[in-house]
Each structure stands twice: as structure tokens, then as C-alpha cells.
């Protein structure tokens, strides 16, 4: 069963690009990977979702390498309405959801 | 707005007692997830029902269970309650299919004392 890892926190300034690395072990070539962002005492918000390579949409891109054990939530230009926890989210074989632990985000001005 | 309802929003009880958390999913939408969020072991997936029937199971407690009825909507009943169940509880919802994006609901808040 994959196991979902992520940094505690981090720190961006407005305007600049924002990394957020997810680290999961054991996931199957299918098993899809789903990012959230979440508000306090909101519930999770799509983001965007992929299994492999590259996926790019109109806020985010998600980057999963070659050997899956990890993927990436690349957010561009962030602003302070971006200040949030993100997750990303692990459909890890049949039927089985994983959070990982979570990245507090705040964007400074 | 995720299209995904849940009631009450916030719901405040003793141990011991038991609760239901109701939860209507996006129209066209035939799975329904729950999930709970605590602050010790964030976010864990508790069980998912696909058309009435229940599909998967996760960390989800014996003294918890949940159905979903022919109107699609689902609830998830808590009992003999304990402190430790105080969570955030989040109901979500997809078409269907495992790869199927999750729509999240605004959550019950529950506070056991």
C-alpha cells in the first residue's frame, strides 16, 4: 500500500513559481494521482489530476517522472490568494484512497 | 462551490451517543466518498459506496457505517462516540469510475465532549 509523503511547509513570494513534491512508494503504472488545495475548515479543491509525464491545465501543471515514486504540483506566478494546505491524493490500486500529509503554503508580499 | 451538500455543518454531542452525517452528491454522480480529517492523522479515506452498493473500505471503525440510498445521497452514521472521533468529517463524490476526479462537500464539523 503506497504511502504518501510531503514538506511540512513552505514559503514563496508573490509572482514566483511553486513547487510542491509528493512522495509515494509502491503506486501501479494506473493508479492516478490527484491534487487539492484546502482552505481552513473548507473542503478540498480540485486542482488537477494525472498518471504519468506531464498534465497542464489553467492553474497548475503535475509532473510524474518516470519511476513514480513521486510527482509534482507546479503552481505559476502564486498570489496571496494562494496561501493554503495542498494535498495530493494517491488512487493506489483497487479502490484505495491516500492523502498525503499535506503542504502548508504561504505566500508572502 | 463544489455542487456537493453536506448537513449539519456543525454537529456537538457527548460520548456515547450516536450521530448521523447526511451527504447529497453532485447531480449525475453515482459514487460517494467519506472521509475524516483530524489533526493527527489528517486526511483518511473511510469507505466509498457506487450505486447504492458499498465498493471499498478504508480506516473506517466498526462502530461507524454508512449507506447510500436509490436517491444517491448517503449518510454516515457514528456511534458510541469518544472523544478521539472529533474530526472533520467530508463527504465527496465522482461519477463513478476509480480514476474519476473526487468533488469535496464543505464538511461536518464534529466536537465530542
Known amino acids: 500500500l503506497a504511502k504518501t509523503t510531503q514538506p511540512v511547509s513552505m514559503d514563496s513570494y508573490e509572482g514566483q513559481e511553486v513547487n510542491i513534491t509528493c512522495s509515494h512508494n509502491?503506486?501501479?503504472?494506473?493508479?492516478?494521482i490527484t491534487w487539492y488545495q484546502q482552505f481552513p475548515s473548507q473542503g478540498p479543491r480540485f486542482i488537477i489530476q494525472g498518471y504519468k509525464t506531464k498534465v497542464t491545465n489553467e492553474v497548475a501543471s503535475l509532473f510524474i517522472p518516470a519511476d513514480r515514486k513521486s510527482s509534482t504540483l507546479s503552481l505559476p506566478r502564486v498570489s496571496l490568494s494562494d496561501t493554503a494546505v495542498y494535498y495530493c491524493l494517491v488512487a493506489a490500486g483497487t479502490y484505495k484512497y491516500i492523502f498525503g500529509t499535506g503542504t502548508r503554503l504561504k505566500v508572502l508580499a | 462551490d463544489s455542487g456537493v451538500t453536506q448537513t449539519p455543518k456543525h454537529l456537538i454531542t457527548a460520548t456515547g451517543q450516536r450521530v448521523t452525517l447526511r451527504c447529497s452528491p453532485r447531480?449525475?454522480?453515482?459514487?460517494v466518498y467519506w472521509y475524516q480529517q483530524s489533526l493527527d492523522q489528517g486526511l483518511q479515506f473511510l469507505i466509498q459506496y457506487y450505486n447504492g452498493e458499498e465498493r471499498a473500505k478504508g480506516n473506517i471503525l466498526e462502530r461507524f457505517s454508512a449507506q447510500q440510498f436509490p436517491d444517491l445521497h448517503s449518510e454516515l452514521n457514528l456511534s458510541s462516540l469518544e472523544l478521539g472521533d472529533s474530526a472533520l468529517y467530508f463527504c465527496a463524490s465522482s461519477p463513478g469510475g476509480q480514476t474519476d476526479t473526487q468533488y469535496f462537500g464543505p464538511g461536518t464539523r464534529l466536537t465530542v465532549l
Open positions: 447531480s449525475g454522480d453515482l459514487s
Open positions: 509502491n503506486i501501479a503504472t494506473n493508479d492516478y
